[in-house]
């Protein structure tokens, strides 16, 4: 099963366009997206516009794919799920976002194994055609690591024992 997701904010139809129409291209029926307050409905793939925090964590335990926008939320559930994760950022200058902070995390997160990334639909298509080459970079912890509790400490209490 596919799950895609936009984050619970705002509509992603750039996105679930290019999902809807690989899904009715090649005929996947094991595609359920989270849409948002869309303007596109999907006609191939199955839908809601929400899903409560319960419902969410079922179809991303679920999925055997995570395709999101880039958004943490969504990307460190994949990783701590242990599941792969294909990215596509929503762009500023197409006012899908107030600027590229999601354009700036797709490409670290990539460099690091972390994402596979599609940084328009033409991509996302194509790297949709090619599911089976995504794997997952190992399931994360669910909290963060010592080393970085222990800098952000000293930052913010820069006069107390560590």
């Known amino acids: 099963m596919i799950f ?26 094991d595609v359920f997206a989270q849409i948002g ?9 199955e839908h809601a516009g929400f899903l409560e925090p319960p419902q969410f964590a079922e179809r991303a335990r679920a999925a055997d794919v995570i395709v999101a926008h ?21 762009r500023g200058d197409l006012r899908e976002t107030r600027n590229d902070h999601q354009v700036a995390t797709a490409k670290r997160l990539s460099e690091l194994g972390k994402v596979a990334v599609a940084m328009d639909e033409d991509e996302l298509i194509e790297r949709l055609g090619r599911l089976e080459e995504l794997t997952a970079s190992g399931a994360i912890g669910p ?17 107390q024992d560590r």
Not at 16 to 29: C, L
Not at 70 to 90: C, D, E, F, N, Q
């Open 4 to 29: 895609v997701t936009v984050g619970a904010q705002m509509a992603f139809d750039r996105m679930v366009r290019a999902v809807d129409q690989w899904a009715g291209e090649t005929g996947r029926t």
């Open 37 to 45: 307050p869309a303007e596109y409905t999907p006609q191939h793939v």
């Open 70 to 90: 880039a958004g943490m939320g969504s990307i460190i559930t994949a990783l701590t799920l242990g599941k792969p994760i294909l990215v596509m950022p929503r």
């Open 143 to 159: 909290h963060a690591q010592d080393s970085l509790i222990a800098a952000v400490r000293g930052v913010v209490f820069p006069t």
